[in-house]
């Protein structure tokens, strides 16, 4: 798209990758970007999956970009359509994103990383939530890292700011995989493309059913689901790819799923 955000197309995969030297930090013009970035990726019906990497092999993000917060650029500015990073607050996202995470991912960058679905990570990829350290507030990964590993661990991480590296991110279930520098994009590419090849709109609606119920109680949750309340589900039960999964099923084929 530009200089500072790249994109390549591989059949129904986009790649995108944030390109800001020396350290891939990202100011409120590169997260507008990136939101347009993730929008029209959200809208093109061709587009099934993306990976979000970052050039280069030291750093993936650093997070926000301390030169323009010096410059007068503050927490309130407009990250564009996507919130912080592209990805974060972009409404209706309901495709697969995988981040390949080829470096050190701090603060807002550790916060676009766990935006995506699905984590590979280079061996020597090192992780931390450093706010604590300026004074500042981890927004995102205070709401989501409790819900999504151990509390005590969680807390730990933000409230002392520490590094760790790639192992214990897989410990925790931060990451998915980890594999050596030379295989990150390959591995993800071939992950991404397996999706590819996958069900669309199951994908919709399981991203649209954790979304919505993750803070529901259970009986509510599955109200919600089975009552025909969400779209993305209600579209899924109506579709061709529907009566093709079991077509397929029934006559011992691989499925030809379509999207519709």
Request: glycine share 8%.
């Amino acid at each position: 798209m530009n200089d500072v955000v790249r994109t390549e197309r591989r059949g129904a995969v986009l790649e995108v990758t944030l390109d800001r030297p020396k350290a891939n930090a990202i100011d409120a013009p590169t997260s507008r970007i990136m939101g347009d970035v993730f929008a029209s990726f959200r809208d093109d019906p061709d587009l099934r999956v993306a990976i979000l990497t970052a050039a280069g092999d030291r750093f993936f993000c650093p997070g926000w970009d301390l030169k323009a917060a010096a410059a007068g650029e503050g927490p309130d500015a407009d990250y564009g359509v996507g919130g912080f990073g592209g990805l974060q607050e972009l409404p209706g996202l309901n495709k697969p994103v995988i981040a390949a995470v080829n470096g050190l991912a701090y603060g807002g960058g550790f916060e676009v990383m766990i935006s995506a679905d699905i984590v590979v990570a280079a061996d020597h990829a090192t992780f931390a939530l450093p706010e604590i350290n300026s004074g500042t507030l981890a927004d995102a990964a205070t709401i989501k890292l409790p819900r999504r590993i151990p509390y005590h661990v969680a807390m730990e991480m933000l409230f002392t700011g520490r590094s760790f590296d790639a192992a214990e991110a897989r410990q925790w279930g931060i990451v998915n995989h980890v594999v050596p520098a030379a295989d990150l994009m390959t591995t993800a590419r071939a992950l991404a493309d397996k999706l590819a090849d996958g069900p669309p709109l199951v994908y919709a609606a399981i991203k649209e059913v954790v979304r919505e119920t993750s803070h529901l109680p259970v009986q509510d949750a599955f109200d919600l689901v089975t009552k025909s309340k969400l779209k993305t589900v209600e579209t899924l039960y109506n579709s061709e790819d529907q009566k093709e999964g079991a077509r397929a099923f029934a006559e011992k084929r691989a499925p030809v799923w379509k999207g519709v």
